[in-house]
């Protein structure tokens, strides 16, 4: 079975630009999350999908992000425009179950980086 | 809020040594507490967990009991291994209105010399 998959794996961009990234959960599995390391700091939540509705999207840092998951399948997490503070590994994870015995498969990262 | 503190790393032990990585929450209601691990160049990966308090979750040698009355989930190997240089985060999951959000403590880096 195929894991939780993330392209690209590394971003580099400029001030200003606009980047895509992109997560493709395990097969099957209705709940989605992004999350976000900068800095070498804890991990933090972005926000979290089931199937296609947003059920919690309370970590999202401001309006310059925006992440769909239509269809319920795969989820794109869009920054415009992106800042020197977005910088950082971009996590996505996720689950069939929700509740106490959920378990989150991680997908392996994008290192993103604003110059 | 929820929140994860893990001990400040880097830790730096030799082959075979005993290894602690402390971890202690602050939540409300009865979260259940994970340890994930990150390989290099890989990605987080379950390590183990414990869902209710004086659980003990443990897998590939590594242990940890939820210790209610402290708040806390140390991480323990007895014997470690080079293969265990990693990083180790401590997350906890608080369910309820926190729907399914883990928060995560920052990670703790670990390198076992031969």
């Known amino acids: 079975e195929a894991g939780v998959t993330q392209f690209p794996s590394h971003s580099v961009i400029e001030k200003g630009q606009t980047v895509t990234l992109r997560c493709d959960p395990i097969s099957g599995h209705d709940n989605l999350y992004w999350y976000r390391r900068v800095m070498g700091k804890e991990i933090k939540f972005l926000l979290h999908f089931v199937k296609e509705s947003k059920q919690d999207e309370s970590g999202m840092p401001n309006n310059r992000f925006l992440a769909e998951r239509t269809g319920g399948t795969y989820s794109t997490l869009k920054v415009q425009p992106a800042e020197l503070e977005d910088s950082g590994v971009y996590f996505c994870?996720?689950?069939?179950?929700?509740?106490?015995?959920?378990?989150?498969?991680f997908g392996p990262g994008t290192r993103l980086l604003v110059l | 809020g929820d929140s994860v503190t893990q001990m400040e790393g880097p830790v730096t032990l030799s082959e075979e040594a005993f290894l602690t990585i402390n971890c202690t929450y602050t939540?409300?209601?009865?979260?259940?507490l994970f340890w994930y691990v990150q390989y290099p160049g890989e990605g987080l990966q379950l390590l183990l967990k414990?869902?209710?308090?004086?659980d003990k979750g443990s897998n590939k040698g590594f242990e940890a009991t939820y210790r209610k009355e402290t708040t806390s989930f140390h991480l323990e190997k007895g014997s470690v291994q080079v293969s265990d240089s990693a990083v180790y985060f401590c997350a906890l999951h608080a369910g309820g209105t926190s729907y399914g959000k883990l928060t995560f403590g920052q990670g703790t880096i670990l390198t076992v010399h031969p």
């Open positions: 939540a409300t209601g009865y979260p259940s």
């Open positions: 414990a869902t209710k308090a004086d």
């Open positions: 994870a996720s689950s069939q179950v929700w509740g106490t015995q959920e378990t989150q498969y």
